[in-house]
């Protein structure tokens, strides 16, 4: 089957460094992106891998490694408005398309 | 850039009313435009996926019926919640994307939702 692994809930201080993994099981795979979502509001996006290796995005840095299933999203210097979850979805094969398989999220709180 | 618009953004409304629901690719021409329901504290829920002027793709369990997707331009789709009931409130978000689907690398850019309650 297809799968999304990442935990439910972490806590990290404000300034701090956390990073949020997410391993996943698909048929196929075609790109893994990261998604904020803030209580009450949609999704927005925040970075795409396709190759392994980690891209960098400002505080935000993502990283792939296609033969582990693994991939991690760190955040630098931790502000308060960082605190929400955080999505991981795998475009993998479905049928004859590929569709975004989501991860349930991991909720990311943000102590002073 | 990749801004989606979604409206109304909260409807409150009796049972049995039906409700449609407006997305928008404002800056991008979206091929593929994705509906979703999320109930609190739960993942997203894919609900249909629609192709422009094609008919849309409901997931297992979803009522086409019951929901009516319409994806007549390539900046609009909408859908219809018919004879809502209570049980039918939600959150409700579409997102949309260029390209053709499976082939596209681009990211799904959402709408702000539609929070949904029936009474």
């Known amino acids: 089957g297809q799968n999304i692994d990442q935990p439910t809930e972490m806590t990290a201080t404000e300034g701090a460094i956390v990073q949020i993994n997410c391993t996943y099981q698909?048929?196929?795979?075609?790109?893994l992106f990261w998604y904020q979502q803030h209580a009450g509001e949609a999704p927005t996006f925040l970075s795409y891998?396709?190759l392994d290796g980690l891209e960098e995005k400002g505080r935000f840095s993502s990283f792939l490694s296609r033969s582990k299933g693994y991939s991690y999203l760190l955040l630098k210097e931790l502000q308060m408005k960082d605190s929400a979850s955080y999505l991981c979805?795998?475009?993998?094969?479905?049928?004859?398309?590929?569709?975004?398989?989501w991860g349930a999220g991991t909720k990311l709180i943000i102590k002073p | 850039g990749a801004v989606v618009s979604q409206h109304p953004s909260r409807v409150i409304c009796k049972s049995g009313t039906s409700v449609k629901i407006e997305c928008r690719s404002l800056d991008f021409q979206a091929t593929t435009m994705f509906w979703y329901r999320q109930f609190p504290k739960q993942s997203l829920m894919l609900m249909a996926t629609s192709n422009e002027g094609s008919k849309a793709t409901y997931e297992q369990g979803v009522e086409k019926d019951k929901f009516l997707i319409n994806h007549a331009s390539l900046t609009l789709s909408t859908l219809t919640v018919t004879s809502a009931h209570p049980e039918d409130s939600s959150f409700y978000i579409c997102?949309?994307?260029?390209?053709?689907?499976?082939?596209?690398?681009?990211?799904?850019?959402f709408g702000d939702g539609t929070r949904l309650s029936i009474l």
């Open positions: 698909t048929s196929g795979f075609n790109g």
């Open positions: 997102s949309a994307r260029g390209g053709p689907d499976g082939y596209s690398n681009q990211p799904q850019h």
């Open positions: 979805a795998v475009r993998g094969r479905r049928d004859s398309n590929y569709q975004l398989i």
């Open positions: 891998n396709v």
